[in-house]
């Protein structure tokens, strides 16, 4: 009977010690987790065959037949890293890219990007943190224009540094707390509009705080329509799930737009899709 | 400053980063300053005065700021080491909105919000949050003439640090993000967290109440386990001492 009272006692203490440390254990499991998909996955992948897809769902005729829909306008796809910025990162990734063979869409860019930065210090954002990111943003902006429209052996020798520069966590973290930045900013200026896609009572600006502003965080729709609508550039996503059909459906931002950036959606995750 | 560019990589944002910050914040002000230690770009020494109209005014309070190496992509962790009342001393406490996980931190947030968020949390309720002390009123006023005799080992007489230049204007969007912020100190017994500051001179001795109450908990369990014995001896000498006279009975 002593036995009995002292071990249920010893239990009941565990399960306080659990509950205080619920929290921090799952934290400490995410970290490690996320430690572990850091030293596995690059921030961004080299070029893939369409047909590296397939390969992955060897088992599983759902997706195997949307992989096939994809590969009839698909060729390749670039990998990123699952860390809750890949939106952000294919994004950008695959818009540089697409620049540099498309200098008047460079130079359309170019302007808003430069005025960027004066619309969130206009917003109320730290001058000097803005700047800090702004300037290491343009840094790899300026670097594509100075190549954009050339020859296709400096265009690869670009291609190659842009690269470089997306798989250093330094300029493609910066270049992401940027992009994140503007789309807070686009969602506050156009307050009204965005309000209506936002569930419960959070208001657009605690929205941005929560959801936006701070790294690791998924994007959602609204993210990606404010952001295509800062740059004014469009993006299509191709959603691939297990819901029902063959097809894999597309999604233009903003609507009705010409899609220069094409990202793959998995269910929590964007790659880059080549045609 | 020429130092600091010479021994550290200025090319990493980190570095080029807190340069700037050293820089934003190299005038003391009215509210607060803080400067990275000469050796140190990864720790600060801060100095806050207790805000107005509280149970803190008078005071003038100091710490340490760790930056991580990963910073301004993780947050700062704060340690107060004047006692004051409201945050224990010598323990890590980290900023977050209210009611989030730490990740919500945000790289555009810098040390001055750091510690502007620090003088605009003290006030606040301590509610039984990790790192936080329910002090009296009295105690903290106490504790906050006290504080203005403090001395630091590495900056000296605090009281000496701020100036009575007023600090920048806080702007609406700071104040927005300001009542948002809360501070939390972390679990202590769990492994260490991986964004370590990138250098620690010293070994900190810090606060861990953990031990004790695991220490605790095992002498009530132990206490326990003896009653409910006492108890079943007990019973069993009462039930055996009636028991035989139970039988001879019938």
């Known amino acids: 009977m002593a036995d009995d009272a002292s071990s249920s006692s010893g239990c009941a203490g565990n399960i306080i010690d659990n509950s205080i440390n619920q929290d921090e254990l799952i934290m400490k499991q995410q970290r490690e987790i996320e430690k572990e998909i850091s030293e596995t996955i690059p921030l961004v992948g080299e070029l893939e065959a369409l047909s590296s897809l397939e390969k992955e769902y060897n088992e599983d005729p759902v997706y195997l037949l949307k992989v096939k829909d994809l590969s009839s306008k698909y060729k390749y796809i670039r990998r990123t890293r699952p860390d809750g910025n890949c939106f952000f990162r294919a994004f950008s990734y695959a818009y540089l890219e697409h620049l540099l063979t498309d200098k008047s869409e460079f130079d359309k860019f170019y302007e808003i990007a430069k005025n960027s930065k004066e619309i969130l210090v206009a917003l109320g954002f730290s001058q000097f943190t803005v700047e800090d990111f702004y300037e290491t943003f343009m840094e790899v902006v300026q670097r594509v224009g100075e190549q954009a429209g050339g020859s296709p052996e400096s265009l690869d020798s670009v291609r190659a540094e842009l690269h470089d520069k997306f798989n250093k966590q330094g300029y493609s973290d910066y270049i992401v707390v940027y992009l994140r930045l503007v789309t807070s900013g686009q969602l506050q200026t156009e307050n009204d509009f965005y309000q209506n896609f936002i569930e419960g009572p959070r208001t657009v600006t605690e929205f941005c705080r929560q959801e936006v502003e701070p790294m690791y965080k998924e994007s959602d729709h609204i993210h990606i329509i404010a952001l295509s609508n800062a740059l004014n550039v469009g993006v299509r996503v191709k959603y691939m799930d297990r819901g029902e059909g063959s097809q894999v459906i597309a999604h233009d931002f903003p609507e009705g737009s010409k899609p220069l950036v094409h990202l793959l959606y998995r269910p929590g995750h964007y790659d880059i899709l080549y045609a | ?250």
């Open chain 2, 1 to 250: 400053m020429a130092e600091i560019s010479e021994k550290y990589n200025t090319k990493c944002p980190g570095v080029k980063r807190l340069m700037r910050e050293a820089m934003e914040l190299a005038e003391a002000t009215e509210e607060y300053c803080a400067r990275p230690l000469e050796d140190n770009l990864f720790e600060w020494h801060f100095t806050v005065q207790g805000p107005k109209g509280t149970d803190f005014e008078g005071g003038i309070y100091h710490g340490r700021i760790l930056l991580p190496k990963e910073y301004p992509m993780h947050p700062p962790h704060i340690i107060l080491l004047t006692p004051n009342g409201r945050f224990e001393v010598n323990k890590k406490i980290c900023l977050s909105i209210s009611g989030h996980h730490p990740e919500t931190w945000q790289p555009s947030w810098s040390i001055r919000t750091a510690l502007l968020a620090l003088i605009a949390f003290m006030p606040t309720p301590a509610e039984g949050t990790i790192g936080s002390l329910d002090y009296s009123p009295a105690e903290r006023k106490v504790l906050a003439k006290k504080s203005v005799s403090w001395v630091c080992s590495q900056c000296g007489e605090i009281s000496a640090l701020l100036s009575s230049t007023a600090a920048k204007p806080i702007t609406d969007e700071e104040k927005s993000v300001l009542n948002q912020i809360a501070f939390k100190a972390e679990e202590e017994q769990t492994a260490k967290p991986p964004e370590e500051p990138a250098h620690e001179p010293e070994p900190q001795v810090l606060e861990s109440s953990e031990p004790t109450n695991s220490f605790l908990d095992q002498l009530t369990e132990v206490l326990v386990a003896l009653l409910v014995g006492a108890i079943g001896i007990f019973i069993y000498r009462r039930w055996n001492a009636h028991y035989p006279t139970s039988e001879t009975e019938l």
